[in-house]
């Protein structure tokens, strides 16, 4: 089956500096790349996401990139801030699921103020 | 908040017993999905719903059984096959379709005694 590979596992940055994510995955039918992020005993919510016809979005500080030939994709967080501390998920939908996602094993990102 | 309500917020279980989820969306999503979280694991697919009186197993089925009666609806009962049932629980649900961001609930947290 479908496996996502997320680096790293922990991240811990300075206020103000920047953060990245990478995740990388072997299917190359997949075509939907969402990123959810879960503050500590809340649900994962949403924070972006990029379909396989598009290489780059951002909003505001957050951004996301796909190479769909290298098959990875990542996120951007610029200018970071204190309540940026979270765990962040990538995920992907599951060729032949019918919208199932599968999602990475996530990475803490702690920001230091 | 969502949409999407999950109950009870924390549940004990003796060893030996089953014990029942519940989660409730008034999204009219017609897909629904039951994902278990343990540290370090990131969120693992128990089971899915793509439409009313139909599943599918997910990543890690057994031990785990669930019923789609209403499209609302899509309770998950931890059964005593389940040998390490201990472990947060989240559900979600999304239009169906590949592409569709998914909905969380707020998650149980089931802790065996």
């Known amino acids: 089956g479908e496996n996502v590979e997320q680096h790293p596992s922990t991240l811990s940055v300075q206020e103000g500096d920047s953060a990245v994510i990478k995740c990388t995955y072997s299917d190359s039918a997949s075509n939907y790349f969402p990123w959810y992020k879960q503050e500590l005993g809340k649900r994962p919510q949403l924070i972006i996401d990029?379909?396989?016809?598009?290489g780059e979005k951002k909003d505001q500080r957050i951004a996301v990139t796909l190479n769909k030939t290298a098959k990875h994709f990542s996120l951007h967080i610029t200018e970071t801030q204190p309540e940026d501390s979270a765990v962040y998920f990538c995920?992907?939908?599951?060729?032949?699921?019918?919208?199932?996602?599968?999602f990475g094993k996530g990475t803490k990102l702690s920001v230091k103020p | 908040d969502g949409g999407i309500t999950q109950s009870p917020k924390y549940l004990f279980r003796k060893e030996g017993q089953n014990v029942t989820l519940s989660c409730e969306q008034n999204?009219?999503?017609?897909?629904m999905y039951w994902y278990r979280q343990d540290p370090g694991q990131g969120l693992r697919l128990i089971y899915y719903s793509q439409i009313v009186n139909d599943f599918q197993k997910g990543d890690i089925a057994e031990g785990y059984s669930v019923s789609r009666e209403k499209k609302e609806s899509f309770p998950l009962t931890v059964t005593s096959a389940q040998k390490n049932p201990t472990a947060f629980y989240l559900c979600a649900s999304s239009i169906r379709g590949l592409g569709g961001e998914a909905f969380f609930g707020q998650g149980t947290r089931l802790t065996v005694v």
């Open positions: 999204l009219n999503h017609d897909a």
């Open positions: 990029i379909r396989s016809n598009v």
């Open positions: 995920a992907l939908d599951q060729e032949g699921s019918q919208g199932n996602l599968i």
